[in-house]
């Protein structure tokens, strides 16, 4: 069993399968309305106050998740503190995304597609040579829906992303074209 404070009125504790066996319980037959949950509910309030100190002021919710492995986590948070936050990570629009080519034609044709398509949604591009490949590296504006990205799906693999991909580019990589890349190899060969 590991208990974990979350703060005064939260708490989390996660029971393998033989924990949830021993308190007469299994995977399949949590149910909050069943006695026996409830009293394994109880149960562990009751453990957790010893343990841990855990005494909430008030009414508290409890969340119950099952586990791939047999075993559930249980999470308690009382209703004042509100539900717990979800977070969603999204790419910044400064970050880069950096694609990688062996072979030059589907640069060009990813980078003469990307233009003619959304040339309006990438902010900027630069090329970069390393051990006889390429990479190209976007700043895409449409950084919710990437539309201008999934172009150039169609035509290489992404290597990496963000800042400290592009760091590494900077340092490791020979740079053929600072500013516009897209926009100067449409241009050649588009």
Not at 72 to 79: G, H
Not at 116 to 138: C, D, F, P, T
Not at 166 to 185: G, N, P, T, V
């Amino acid at each position: 069993m590991e208990i974990k404070q979350l703060g005064r009125n939260r708490m989390s504790i996660r029971l393998s399968e033989p924990e949830l066996t021993a308190l007469g319980l299994s995977n399949e037959g949590i149910d909050c309305a069943n006695p026996a949950t409830q009293a394994m509910v109880l149960a562990l309030l009751e453990i957790a106050e010893k343990e841990v100190g855990f005494q909430p002021e008030d009414c508290l919710l409890v969340r119950i998740y099952l586990l791939e492995d047999g075993g559930c986590a249980l999470l308690f948070a009382s209703p004042q503190d509100g539900p717990p936050r979800r977070w969603k990570v999204r790419r910044h629009a400064v970050s880069p995304v950096i694609y990688a080519f062996s072979d030059v034609d589907a640069l060009i044709g990813g980078s003469v597609k990307l233009f003619q398509r959304y040339a309006h949604r990438i902010r900027k591009s630069m090329l970069y040579r390393i051990n006889g490949e390429w990479r190209l590296a976007v700043y895409p504006l449409d950084v919710l829906e990437n539309r201008s990205l999934a172009v150039l799906d169609e035509f290489g693999p992404r290597w990496g992303e963000g800042p400290v991909a592009a760091a590494w580019l900077d340092e490791h990589a020979e740079l053929l074209i600072e500013k516009d890349a897209i926009d100067l190899l449409s241009s050649y060969f588009g």
